[in-house]
């Protein structure tokens, strides 16, 4: 079934693929034949459903996730159900892409205030005064 993102953006069942492993950690005689892990991969560069700003971004906060043929590959072993993974997993992907969505506010560079730029000049003064003081003493 599609994914839902927003109310503009819906992520297509052929985007995604996903596959079961086995996961590492307890489980008992459960670990050891139960593929319960999984890794949810979704073709990001390839979506047509992704405007490329947010793909940009995407690949920015996906970090290590990130592979070098464009898909975002989340895994998940955080339960011992199979079911709940692959929620999981799907519910990190929608978050991960919905932070993409949000369009970052843009730097203004500001200048330092008269009053800061005196105040620092009046400390480093009073700070050479100090350091000037010390030293050998004549007699």
């Known amino acids: 079934m599609p994914l839902t993102i927003n109310d503009r953006i819906t992520i ?3 985007e995604l693929t996903e596959q079961f492993v086995r ?6 005689q459960n670990v050891n034949k139960v593929s319960t892990a999984v890794e949810l991969r979704f073709e990001a560069a390839r979506s047509p459903h992704l405007p490329d700003p947010v793909k940009r971004r995407l690949e920015r906060l996906a970090g290590r996730r990130w592979t070098k043929e464009g898909a975002l590959v989340i895994q998940v072993e955080e339960t011992r159900s199979q079911a709940q993974n692959r929620e999981i997993a799907r519910e990190r992907l929608v978050e991960l892409i919905r932070a993409a969505l949000v369009v970052p506010k843009p730097r203004r560079p500001t200048r330092p205030t008269k009053g800061s730029v005196e105040r620092r000049i009046k400390e480093k003064k009073v700070r050479a005064e100090v350091k000037a003081g ?3 003493v004549e007699e």
């Open 12 to 14: 297509a069942d052929w």
């Open 23 to 28: 996961a590492s950690g307890p489980g008992g």
């Open 134 to 136: 010390r030293g050998k």
